[in-house]
T-cell receptor, first 113, second 112 residues
Framework: GAGVSQSPSNKVTEKGKDVELRCDPISGHTALYWYRQRLGQGLEFLIYFQGNSAPDKSGLPSDRFSAERTGESVSTLTIQRTQQEDSAVYLC???????????FGPGTRLTVL | QKEVEQNSGPLSVPEGAIASLNCTYSDRGSQSFFWYRQYSGKSPELIMF????GDKEDGRFTAQLNKASQYVSLLIRDSQPSDSATYLC????????????FGTGTRLLVSP
């Protein structure tokens, strides 16, 4: 596809369940980023992958959050034992290694009941 | 001090006026500067980027960068109601070229 895609677009889960969010970056983009945006708030950086380098996990809020990326393709963000405060839109972005303009996917809206 | 600061607004302008959005940043080593537009319920959309001091124009949008004063601004000429959105400033910070630091955004309201 031409843009960043994310799935699912919406996810409703019960407190304590695990969820997996998926991001498919723009083809050829080596860098991939995950952000969280709570209602009415700014973007909160979570994690950044650049090629085969070790990911920058400095933004992950707790050890319940983890992310993986296979090569320069799809990434999954996993939230274990979800809490109500995890409710937010999770945004993925990608960029080409020579430039740092980030292009965002449509996001996954996560609601934890 | 926050790394990237923006007035949260809302900034209200009448249709046809010039909207001026401002952003200051703390890292003197920052090299690249971006403006994103985010409509309510949507994801951010890149509208402008600037790397050099001075002005960069694209249609009704002009980005202005002053590295000495560490601010970047976005001017929107002939503002339209469809420009009503939150505008996010982003700057590459001290952690490297590709990782961006985002401001919390300025909400712009353009009234007909």
């Amino acid at each position: 596809g031409a843009g960043v895609s994310q799935s699912p677009s919406n996810k409703v889960t019960e407190k304590g369940k695990d969820v997996e969010l998926r991001c498919d970056p723009i083809s050829g983009h080596t860098a991939l980023y995950w952000y969280r945006q709570r209602l009415g708030q700014g973007l909160e950086f979570l994690i950044y992958f650049q090629g085969n380098s070790a990911p920058d996990k400095s933004g992950l809020p707790s050890d319940r959050f983890s992310a993986e990326r296979t090569g320069e393709s799809v990434s999954t963000l996993t939230i274990q034992r979800t809490q109500q405060e995890d409710s937010a839109v999770y945004l993925c972005a990608s960029s080409f290694f020579r430039y740092n303009e980030q292009f965002f996917g449509p996001g996954t809206r996560l609601t934890v009941l | 001090q926050k790394e990237v600061e923006q007035n949260s607004g809302p900034l209200s302008v009448p249709e046809g006026a010039i909207a001026s959005l401002n952003c200051t940043y703390s890292d003197r080593g920052s090299q690249s500067f971006f403006w994103y537009r985010q409509y309510s319920g949507k994801s951010p959309e890149l509208i402008m980027f600037i790397y050099s001091n001075g002005d960069k124009e694209d249609g009704r949008f002009t980005a202005q960068l002053n590295k000495a004063s560490q601010y970047v601004s976005l001017l929107i000429r002939d503002s339209q109601p469809s420009d009503s959105a939150t505008y996010l400033c982003a700057v590459n910070g001290d952690t490297g070229f590709q990782k961006l630091v985002f401001g919390t955004g300025t909400r712009l309201l353009v009234s007909p």
